[in-house]
């Protein structure tokens, strides 16, 4: 499952981001091209405050949303070695390099516990911006760690994915994350600990073929594109313009593939009542 | 554009691309020649009971040296009319969704399960997506590590990526010689890294996607010999060779207990990809 380079940039609304297009404190929605003040679109969580358009935000943007406040990161170090010696037009081991300075991480997940309105949970929150937030062995093997914590402690796990699928510069061994995260996630749900899988812009491939569609509560934000294939290979495969709408949110609601679709502004409290309904209160 | 990559177009005849050739090739055995070497008194199983029956995903009863195995596989057609009605060998949703139904009632009633991975990779269409293409096969991932009965896996051509190991989640995981198990097609990957798919051959040694490969990696458990040429040259004495695997994995896979059964398979996927600095 290849991961796309988006043709246009919507969202990273972050200082110096390219989509930065006037200049200093204002900025243009790509939901309904109204300039918007930038301090309006950082306090309401890059949520156009006029459209209601969701920007992408970063895996640590994420989890400061979702946390009550300070949260520990684990695993934080897993670098992936590059077990295929894999070179396309820069080799493997010099892009990590270069997504490690750009975005501060080793790879496209954070994992991370705390409390959410004074529970504790674990959160694995990907990182778009790195590598399109593909998913190697060390996103494999965080999450897979970040499910067997959530067994031994019984403590309910939160994924917010947001990932062009299987990262196709470690090959098969991305593939077999699918199957080693899931067959964790077996093990979770068999131990009956809530898992509630929150999909963002973009979340496709293999993401979305395993662990993304697993939650006992699958829920996404308005407006982002959620499938299995993306959008251009079906263009090519049938040859035909995709209808309006395809693939988002919306769509997936419409069609039964999600349980609802959430607001960011609404998020953690979607989250808390789905907690305190399936785990009782803090 | 940036600075090109190593593998130079030069380079001796690429093993990875002639294995993709093989795999590919039209002659190549598909899952119902298999089975119909295979296996006695086969007889079909069909649909999800929920939607439809898809042709590209084959299931059925059998009896494999009298022992009762349910078989579950992708197939692929031969000529166009065939080719059309499998869908070349792309399922669609209903098509993992029967095949994790068969294998439950398979292991309800503790028969071993069977099953051949031969598809360039699961549907990419607008009535896939609709009926959760993605939903259908993280399913199967899940249900089918939970299966209590042993799960042999045999890749006989094209493991295209989780079109694949929708019905990959075997104890044993065997690719046939020239079969290949990949997480893109080498056309799509060249696409993107080259922006030519042309160069589906530089891709193809790239992505590592041999047997060999896929053994030293740690990601499947045998490699089956195929007849001098490739399978395609003989298909009685390629199954031949998957007769042998196949008892010897049901021989071994047969003294474990259930829950050994379960304990095996995940311990095995557990420890895929440990690839960290
Ligand atoms: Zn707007």
Known sequence: ?282 | MEPQPVAAPEAPPNEAWQRVQLARHPKRPHTLDYIQRLFTEFHEIHGDRSYGDDPAIVSGMGFFEDRPVMIVGEQKGRDTKQKLYRNFGMPKPEGYRKAIRVMQVAAKFGRPIVTFLDTPGAYPGIDAEERGQAEAIARNLREMARINTPIVCICIGEGGSGGALALGVGNHVYLLENAIYSVISPESCAAIIYRESARAAEAAAALRLTAEDLLRLGLIDGIIPEPPGGAQEDADAAAACVRESLRWSLDQLGLLSAEEIVAHRYEKFRQMGNFFL
């Not at chain 1, 300075?101 to 705390?114: F, K, N, R």
């Not at chain 1, 299995?228 to 209808?243: D, N, S, Y």
């Open chain 1, 1 to 282: 499952m290849p991961w796309f380079k988006r043709e246009k940039t919507i969202g990273t609304l972050e200082a110096g981001a390219k989509s930065v297009r006037t200049e200093g404190l204002w900025l243009k929605c790509e939901g309904c091209r109204q300039i918007i003040w930038k301090k309006d679109l950082e306090a309401n969580h890059q949520v156009c405050p006029k459209c209601e358009n969701h920007s992408r935000i970063d895996a640590a943007a994420r989890l400061a949303l979702l946390f009550d406040g300070e949260y520990e990161v684990l695993d934080a170090g897993l670098t992936s070695s590059d077990p295929l010696d894999f070179v396309d037009s820069k080799p493997y081991r010099e892009r990590l390099a270069s997504m490690r300075s750009a975005t501060g991480l080793t790879d496209a997940l954070i994992s991370a516990c705390g409390t959410l309105e004074g529970r504790p949970v674990q959160i694995c929150s990907m990182e778009p911006k790195f590598i399109g937030g593909s998913m190697g062995c060390v996103v494999g093997e965080k999450i897979t760690r970040a499910i067997e914590r959530s067994i031994a402690q019984r403590a309910p796990l939160i994924i917010v994915s947001a990932s062009g699928g299987a990262r196709m510069q470690e090959g098969a061994i991305s593939l077999m994350q699918m199957a080693k995260i899931s067959g964790a996630l077996m093990r979770l749900d068999q131990a009956a600990i809530t898992y509630i899988s929150v999909l963002t812009d973009q979340t496709t491939g293999g993401v979305t073929a395993s662990f993304a569609m697993l939650g006992d509560l699958n829920i996404a934000e308005p407006g982002a594109l959620i499938g299995f294939a993306g959008p251009r290979v079906i263009e090519q495969t049938i040859r035909q313009k995709l209808p309006d709408g395809f693939q988002r949110s919306e769509f997936l609601l419409k069609h039964g593939m999600l349980d609802d679709v959430v607001p960011r502004k609404e998020l953690k409290p979607y989250i808390a009542t789905a907690l305190r309904f399936f785990c009782g209160p803090v």
